[in-house]
């Protein structure tokens, strides 16, 4: 499902316009962006937990030219489902 998906099917089940359920969709993703990137995590009861984690520097190797190439550390987001959503 891409995003004109999700805000056809929120606004149908909501109710409301497209153009409403594409707002308060786009309000909600920028705020969670903001909170994540501040460090903080975002929990929706009973839906997801979304987090920050710190992923290490590493060393991989490219598989076409075999070459072993260091990868340094990043941040990345780490999705929980809550348990009523878990597939």
């Known amino acids: 499902m ?3 998906e999700l805000v056809k099917a929120a606004a149908a089940k909501a109710g ?3 153009a409403l359920a594409a707002k308060v969709i ?3 993703l920028e705020t969670s962006v903001e909170a994540l990137k501040n460090g903080e995590n975002v929990q929706v009861v009973g839906y997801a937990t979304l987090s920050v984690v710190e992923k290490p520097a590493r060393q991989a190797k ?3 030219t075999g070459e072993i190439i260091n990868v ?3 941040k990345a987001v780490k999705a929980k489902l ?3 959503y878990a597939l």
Do not use: E, L
């Open 72 to 74: 340094p550390a990043k």
């Open 82 to 84: 809550g348990a009523k």
């Open 16 to 18: 409301v316009s497209a």
């Open 26 to 28: 786009d309000a909600a």
């Open 2 to 4: 891409n995003k004109s």
């Open 62 to 64: 490219n598989p076409r």
